[in-house]
């Protein structure tokens, strides 16, 4: 008998049919990755188990029982959990008093040393090790999401559902991670993984269910299938996996970072040389100076020390607006944050940037014909999906937003793009589009700079890679002559000889 | 198609609220005895029944034209203006001083748009150090703006009480304006001057840049995503200071107009709070330029019409406060409106 079973279940929003007659099935004490691209409707039939949205109609069983969950308070009751991308944890009280919320020991007054001992317990029992009293707030990424996997399990969840933990982690953090499911699955306990991403779901999963644009395509034990048939399950089409580069040419330089100081906390410094024709991959585990030379690259922010040098030009102490000018453009690593105006239409979103162009104003008043042509041209030729050119950039995916911004700032031919994580969040048929203009750029020869987290991408897109640690660039390596074990021990701090 | 269908949503839901802030306040007119439609009836025709009324209702507008566009203005860029009261009476009495001092020596004709353009000026200052606080220093604009309004109400009264008070005058006032310096009626006998068109022109300027400038599309970034805006090379700084800047210049154009139109001299005091009920205009009106006339009409429309009320049906004029207070609270929370109509969202 399934712990869960989910029968027929259908969900609109408005006009739109985010489930479709979905059946969805999961095994007691199995690990169960729920794959699909973004707006597959995963979040969504997880949402509906937990009681936060309720389906149109359909039925649900839990342990062959038929049950209707109006709330998470319900969901809990029937022991089942779930870890949101977003924390529901409150920043300014301990770990101990997060995790007894809701369910606090003691009659009158809390009894702290009762919870503390329950606790305790379960720790060992599932090998987490938290300091108690520490505030949330000071907690990094992976340690608040331990935590709420932990209240979870506190609260009696024997059915836990992750959505998309791995999209905030560093690769250390997700082994962690993995390491505690493991754990779990060894306990009894069934696990819910919503997740876009092949590789996480290969390593980890018993069985894998596929969705696609509200409907179930299909549900298959792991050790049968292989990550291409899964992908051309997820986006429908056969996906060919290997881009083929072409021979690497570089020209002249185009940028150079003369001992570029980025962090306050250390004396290291980053100094490298971008040529035309050239991607120069910087991997590094998140948090190592990437953020602050993203900053420093488009204007925003001041290096601490150092020169940038931009076709021989000392461009250190030149505001945003003229670097765009000159023909520098950005892919900024937070697109909500630092890319798009998400209440504005796409249109506008086109000028961002280049709204002192003289293609698009003279004097001061805004040339919208031009505009609009040059946003078509973009529309089509990056084959993005929009309804119209008036439509609010918000209401598209976050794989075409990031198409706009790409084609924004790779269409008025720039002759330098620093792309920083430029793929983060995006599903893979936007991965590969993006990574396939990547190397198009590179071919008409432009100079580009990609920052990335994702050890893979580097390698795959770089020709020149230099690792980040600690804001020094403290290893560089010619693509081909170095391996991804070395490439670890760099990030992880070792100096090569 | 969308946003079509948004801008009626938003129009419904005013018109809904208004509508409810006429229905709750019949219903209180009911329970103290008054009879709501003899009263309604009054203030129609006291706002619309005779040229005169209808006159007296577009004076009452323009003023709050004029700080609806100011505070629409700088809500646009993110910015909140709260600081209208202020310099409302830094332009009225920097532009009455100049037209005073000047219009011994030197024709009306000159006389009048440099006082204006002083006027103007003073807002301008006061605004944009509001602007300048927050980009250099960081300090929240609201704090700073009501200081501010502090620090310009009691300053005007101090110098109409003191240096600058009529001869042999028993209230704080400056010397009245020269005829010809004050703004003509439009209609003979009443209150509405030519300020009327130049509102209405700065409304068609107002949109023209925000649709078709850099510059208002530089506003509309920075009001929808600060930091998109700073990475897309707006000079945020320069422009939270400018921003500021030209909303206090909208805003003193209340004052000179009031000034120099309604009541011919500075009187302390003379704005009580027109600035304030400007943010009103503004949240109805959806910062934009139709928005803004039509709430302004609204809002007159009480006011002129509230004389009328109180004759007729004896009601205290001060309840058009209460309707004007209940549709900010409905248009501030649409959830209400939505709520009422069984269109929550989930």
Not at chain 2, 29 to 42: D, F, H, R, V, W
Request: proline share 3%; glycine share 10%; with cysteine.
């Amino acid at each position: 008998m399934p712990a869960i079973l989910m029968k027929q279940i259908s969900k609109a929003f408005d006009r739109l049919k985010a489930l479709d007659h979905v059946d969805f099935e999961v095994d007691a004490g199995e690990v169960h990755c729920l794959l699909g691209e973004n707006g597959a409707g995963k979040s969504t039939l997880m949402n509906i188990l937990y009681g936060l949205y309720h389906a149109d109609a359909g039925e649900i069983y839990i342990h062959g029982k038929a049950v209707h969950i109006a709330n998470p308070k319900i969901a809990q009751q029937y022991h089942i959990g779930m870890v949101h991308q977003h924390f529901m944890l409150i920043e300014s009280m301990t770990v101990l008093q997060n995790i007894i919320l809701g369910n606090e020991a003691g009659r009158f007054a809390i009894d702290y040393a009762e919870n503390r001992s329950r606790i305790d317990e379960l720790e060992r029992l599932y090998h987490f090790d938290f300091d108690l009293d520490k505030p949330i707030s000071v907690l990094s990424v992976g340690e608040k999401q331990r935590v709420e996997i932990f209240k979870a399990l506190y609260r009696g969840a024997d059915i836990v559902i992750l959505d998309e933990p791995t999209a905030v982690l560093t690769p250390q953090e997700v082994d962690v991670l993995f390491r505690i499911l493991d754990d779990m699955r060894k306990q009894g306990k069934t696990i819910i993984f919503i997740t876009h991403k092949l590789h996480e779901t290969m390593v980890l999963s018993d069985r894998v269910t596929v969705l696609r644009n509200g409907k179930i395509i299909g549900s298959l034990r792991t050790e049968e299938v292989t990550p291409k048939i899964l992908a051309t399950m997820m986006v429908g089409y056969a996906i060919d996996f290997d881009i083929v580069k072409s021979t690497f040419k570089p020209g002249k330089p185009v940028l150079e970072l003369r001992q570029l100081k980025v962090l306050a906390a250390s004396h290291a410094t980053i100094s490298l040389q971008v040529r035309q024709g050239e991607i120069y991959g910087i991997a590094g585990v998140d948090g190592n100076g990437q953020q602050e030379l993203e900053g420093i690259l488009a204007g925003t922010a001041k290096p601490l020390s150092g020169r940038i040098i931009f076709n021989g030009e000392d461009i250190t102490a030149m505001p945003a607006a003229k670097r765009k000018a000159k023909g520098i453009a950005l892919i900024p690593s937070d697109r909500l944050q630092n890319a798009i105006l998400p209440g504005m239409p796409i249109i506008d979103n086109y000028l961002l940037g280049f709204q002192h162009n003289s293609m698009f104003s003279h004097f001061g008043i805004l040339r919208f014909n031009v505009l609009k042509k040059h946003a078509d041209n973009m529309v089509n030729q990056y084959s993005i999906k929009i309804s119209a050119l008036e439509q609010p950039i918000s209401q598209l995916s976050g794989g075409n937003q990031q198409k706009i911004v790409f084609s924004r700032e790779a269409g008025l031919n720039p002759l330098l793009l620093v792309a920083v994580q430029p793929v983060r969040g995006l599903d893979i048929g936007a991965i590969d589009a993006i990574h396939r203009q990547l190397l198009q750029l590179r071919d008409r020869g432009k100079a580009i700079l990609l920052i990335s987290t994702e050890l893979s991408e580097i390698m795959e897109m770089s020709d020149t890679i230099g690792v980040l640690y600690k804001g020094e660039l403290i290893a560089q390596r010619k693509a081909g002559e170095v391996t991804i074990e070395q490439l670890g021990l760099f990030m992880a701090g070792e100096r090569p000889e | 198609m969308t946003r079509n269908r948004k801008y009626l949503e938003d129009v419904g839901f005013s018109l809904v609220a208004i509508l409810l802030s006429f229905l709750l306040v019949a219903v209180i007119m009911l329970i103290l005895g008054y009879n709501p439609i003899e009263a309604y009836k009054a203030l129609f025709e006291g706002a619309f029944g005779s040229s005169y009324s209808l006159s007296l209702t577009l004076s009452k507008s323009v003023p709050l034209i004029f700080v609806g566009l100011a505070v629409g203005f700088a809500l646009q860029g993110g910015l909140f203006n709260i600081g209208g009261e202020g310099q409302i009476y830094i332009g009225g009495f920097v532009a009455a001083i100049t037209g005073l001092l000047l219009s011994h020596t030197i024709p009306a004709f000159i006389t009048l748009p440099v006082a204006v353009l002083s006027g103007m000026a003073g807002g301008f200052l006061w605004g944009g150090t509001i602007g300048l606080i927050k980009a250099k220093l960081n300090i929240n604009e609201v704090i700073v703006a009501i200081m501010m309004n502090y620090i310009a109400q009691l300053m005007t009264s101090y110098f109409v009480n003191g240096p600058f008070i009529a001869a042999k005058s028993m209230t704080p006032q400056t010397e009245i304006l020269p005829l010809n310096l004050q703004l003509p009626k439009i209609i003979p006998n009443t209150q509405l001057t030519t300020s009327l068109y130049i509102a209405l022109i700065m409304c068609v300027l107002y949109g023209f840049v925000m649709k078709r400038t850099v510059f208002g599309f530089e506003v509309k970034a920075m009001g929808n995503n600060l930091h998109s805006a700073a990475t897309g090379g707006i000079y945020v700084a320069r422009n939270t200071v400018l921003i500021m800047a030209l909303s206090g210049a909208l805003a003193a154009m209340a004052g000179i107009f009031e000034v120099f139109g309604t009541y011919g001299r500075f009187i302390d005091g003379f704005s009580s709070g027109i600035g304030f009920t400007g943010i009103a205009i503004a949240f109805i009106g959806q910062s934009t330029p139709i928005g803004i006339i039509l709430a302004s009409l609204l809002f007159g429309s009480l006011q002129a019409g509230a004389m009328q009320m109180s004759m007729m049906a004896g009601i205290s004029a001060n309840i058009n406060n209460v309707i004007q207070g209940l549709v900010i609270v409905f248009i501030a929370t649409p959830n209400i409106i939505r709520f009422a109509f069984g269109k929550r969202r989930s």
